[in-house]
């Protein structure tokens, strides 16, 4: 059994901490009429639950302490479970890909996220909300309890390939996967190529046959996956260096 939607969880309760309860900017009930008709004519609220309040990924304790928070209440529930042969469930925390039809059923969120769309890839920052670079997303995604999650975690990044042309850029990546096993880090796996070009093997599949990404704990030729995925995968954050 696997956990989806950890930055989801944390970015919704740490915009609700901090917009309703500290701010008080917005008010409870206001919140689940806009979550209940999906933010509809509710624009400007949601930007403010998306701009307003700290986003998992960017190595900020007040709302990483919510996914480390939400990893363990899920794993040691799922623990206390046997199987039919008598053995103990073993919590994960990655999707495979199934954060993308699980989205389609899955109401609007506090974090600003409209119902129907993608949840959260695995361990990784909702897409777009890691704002300071992949040191800052792998410090945060170290906080969680990785041992717990017996069944093992999934980070992915993807960098554009310009970053990885010499010698500095492949340092650069190996130190980053250093400091992300030295903080306790399990799993990190990484798409090097730019969004264009994926774009253009949507457009034109039939020159990309040979294109392989890695998708969430496995790869997979790009131009056989579903649409949804495909642009799921196109949308995790693109970072143009190491900062």
Known sequence: PQGVGVADIADSLAAIKKLVFEDKTINMEELLIALKENFEGREELRQRLINGAPKYGNDDDYVDQFARFAGRVYCEEVEKY??????????????????VPLGRNTAALPSGRKAMTPLADGVSPTHGSDKKGPTAVVKSVAKLDHMIASNGTLLNQKFSPKILEDEKGLRSLAELIKIYFSLGGKHIQFNVIDSQTLREAQRNPEKYANLVVRVAGYSAFFTQLHKDVQDDIIERTEPVSYT
């Open 82 to 99: 046997k199987n039919p042969r008598g053995g103990v469930f073993q919590p994960g925390l990655y999707p495979v890909s199934a954060h």
